[in-house]
C-alpha cells in the first residue's frame, strides 16, 4: 500500500504523536523558519513542522538562540502556519520565556492564539517539571528539550555532547522521566550518545526526538536550513545534507549578474509590451514637451 500522499494526509494530531510509540511510526520533525519552508516540509510530507529558536541563527544572524524573543517567535511562527496550514506546529519557547509559571503560561498562550501552534516545548526536565505541569494542566500540549540545551549553554562551556558518563546519563534519565511525569506528550534528546538515547527511550512510555541522539529515538529532528544547504555558517556532526541550496543560489545569482552586466537580461520575454500606435502618440508628446 502506498504512503498517503501529503495532500491526502490529514494534520497529525497529539494522539498520533503519542501512539507513534505504541506503532513503532518514525515520526519525521523537521525546524522551519519562515513561509516557503514551512511550505516545502508541507509539500513533502513532514508530521511535525518546528519553529524552533534556531531561526535566531540561521535566519537573524545570531551566533547562539538566546536572542530569540517571544515577539520574534510569534512572528515566524504566524509565517509557518500559514505556509503548512495542515501541518502539526510546535513552538519552541525562547530564552528565558518560561522561568516562572506565569511568565511561561503567558507565553505558551501567545503561541497557541497569536501563532497558531499546536503545541509548545520550553527545555528542560527534572528542574523544570514544575512549569511543565502547569502548562499541562491549563491544557496546553507541551513537549520539552533535554540533553544538550542551548538555553543552558553556557553552563556546559559550548556546545558539548551530554550524557558521556554514567551519571551524567542517569541525569538525563530522570530528567526524561520528570517530563513524562510531568505530561509531557513527547521530548527531544539533543547531542546524546545514542546508545544512552536508546536506553533511555526504551524507558519511557512518551515518544522521544532524536537531534544527535542516534537511531534509537522514536522520531528525528534536523533544521531544514541545514539539510537542504541554505545555512553555511557552520555543519553539526549530526546534520546530513540532502541537498545544497546555498550553492545552487549562488550559482543563479552569479548568472544574473552577467546577463544583467552583459544587457542579456531583461531580453523581450521578460518585459511587457505596448500598443505601437500608443508608443507613437506618447513619442510625439514627449517630443512636444522636450520642444517647450
Known amino acids: 500500500m502506498n504512503a498517503p500522499t501529503p495532500a491526502d494526509r490529514k494534520k497529525r494530531t497529539i494522539t498520533d504523536i503519542r501512539d507513534s510509540k505504541r506503532t513503532g511510526e518514525k515520526m519525521v520533525y523537521t525546524s522551519v523558519p519562515d513561509y516557503t519552508s514551512a511550505r516545502w516540509a508541507e509539500a513533502a510530507g513532514v508530521d511535525v513542522a518546528v519553529v524552533g529558536d534556531s531561526l535566531a541563527m540561521v535566519a537573524h544572524g545570531h551566533t547562539s538562540t538566546v536572542p530569540a524573543t517571544m515577539d520574534m517567535m510569534v512572528m515566524h511562527a504566524q509565517a509557518v502556519r500559514r505556509g503548512a496550514p495542515n501541518t502539526f506546529t510546535l513552538g519552541c519557547m525562547p530564552y528565558q520565556s518560561y522561568h516562572t509559571v ?3 503560561l503567558a507565553n505558551a498562550t501567545r503561541f497557541m492564539q497569536d501563532g497558531g501552534c499546536d503545541a509548545v516545548k520550553p527545555q528542560g526536565g527534572k528542574s523544570q517539571a514544575h512549569i511543565l505541569k502547569a502548562l499541562v494542566d491549563a491544557g496546553i500540549p507541551t513537549a520539552s528539550h533535554i540533553g544538550l540545551t542551548p538555553h543552558t549553554i553556557a553552563m556546559f562551556g559550548g556546545f558539548r555532547i551530554q550524557g558521556r558518563s554514567a551519571d551524567a546519563a542517569m541525569k538525563i534519565l530522570e530528567d526524561a522521566l520528570a517530563i513524562q ?24 512510555e512518551i515518544p522521544t526526538i532524536g537531534i544527535g541522539a542516534g537511531a534509537g529515538c522514536d522520531g528525528q529532528i534536523l533544521l531544514s536550513y541545514d539539510l537542504l544547504g541554505v545555512f553555511t555558517d557552520f555543519k553539526p556532526k549530526f546534520t546530513k545534507r540532502y541537498a545544497n541550496l546555498t550553492e545552487v543560489a549562488v550559482q543563479g545569482l552569479k548568472v544574473y549578474i552577467d546577463e544583467v552586466k552583459s544587457g542579456r537580461f531583461p531580453d523581450d520575454d521578460h518585459s511587457y509590451g505596448v500598443d ?10 514627449v517630443e512636444k514637451r522636450r520642444q517647450l
Do not use: C, H, N, T
Request: proline residues 3%; aromatic residues 10%; glycine residues 6%.
Open 276 to 285: 505601437e500606435r500608443e508608443y507613437e502618440v506618447f513619442l510625439s508628446r
Open 102 to 104: 506565569e511568565r511561561a
Open 181 to 204: 511525569d510531568a505530561g509531557g506528550f513527547m521530548l527531544e534528546f539533543e547531542a546524546v550518545p545514542a546508545k544512552i538515547a536508546k536506553v533511555i527511550s526504551e524507558q519511557l
